[in-house]
T-cell receptor, first 117, second 110 residues
Framework: NAGVTQTPKFQVLKTGQSMTLQCAQD?????MSWYRQDPGMGLRLIHY???????DQGEVPNGYNVSRSTTEDFPLRLLSAAPSQTSVYFC????????????????FGNGTRLTVT | GIQVEQSPPDLILQEGANSTLRCNFS?????LQWFHQNPWGQLINLFY???GTKQNGRLSATTVATERYSLLYISSSQTTDSGVYFC????????????FGQGTTLQVKP
């Protein structure tokens, strides 16, 4: 049981390049999400998904796309990287227990440190 | 929205000392977690504790939901306990977003 796995651990991009941050979990969690962590701003929710085929925006979605074709995977795409997207990105998942959707712990991956020059 | 405040912001301990970290939240919650972010940046889930008391080795946590606070106790601290400790609660709405406190930065000296 690997938990939440993120790849790559580190990435450097030039402005305008695109890339995909990978996230996979093997806990059969319905809920998955992406956060970014910036100094002085804390962790902010980018996008989330409550199940395969369902995604929605968090508080800072601009510049990012997501898809959820399987329960296990939730990739985050940067279509045209900008220096403002330099950050540490965390993927997280939790068991979603029916209507009491959030009465379970959120499990985080180890993060991806992204630098955009 | 819900506000989460942690204290103290910084703490320096000698190895072997005990400490208590506090988390206050401004509204009733049904989901509270404590995390440790180690010097390598990993966010380690310590406790899921919306109410009551839990213990895991040298760490324990207590949440008094009716009084809107939670405490994290670290006993016999070790240098590996260094890092930032976050309290986080589930915000209102259906995004599943966790609202994090600003954290307590702990340094344990040998």
């Amino acid at each position: 049981n690997a938990g939440v796995t993120q790849t790559p651990k580190f990435q450097v991009l030039k402005t305008g390049q695109s890339m995909t941050l990978q996230c996979a979990q093997d806990m059969n969690h319905e809920y998955m999400s992406w956060y970014r962590q910036d100094p002085g701003m804390g962790l902010r929710l980018i996008h989330y998904s409550v199940g395969a085929g369902i995604t929605d925006q968090g508080e800072v979605p601009n510049g990012y796309n997501v898809s959820r074709s399987t329960t296990e995977d939730f990739p985050l795409r940067l279509l045209s990287a900008a220096p403002s997207q330099t950050s540490v990105y965390f993927c997280a998942s939790r068991l979603r227990q029916g209507r009491k959707a959030y009465n379970s712990p959120l499990h985080f991956g180890n993060g991806t440190r992204l630098t955009v020059t | 929205g819900i506000q989460v405040e942690q204290s103290p912001p910084d703490l320096i301990l000698q190895e072997g000392a005990n400490s208590t970290l506090r988390c206050n939240f401004s509204d009733s919650v049904n989901n509270l977690q404590w995390f440790h972010q180690n010097p390598w940046g990993q966010l380690i889930n310590l406790f899921y504790i919306p109410s009551g008391t839990k213990q895991n080795g040298r760490l324990s946590a207590t949440t008094v939901a009716t009084e809107r606070y939670s405490l994290l106790y670290i006993s016999s601290s070790q240098t590996t306990d260094s890092g930032v400790y976050f309290c986080a609660v589930h915000g209102s709405g259906n995004t599943g977003k966790l609202i994090f406190g600003q954290g307590t930065t702990l340094q344990v000296k040998p």
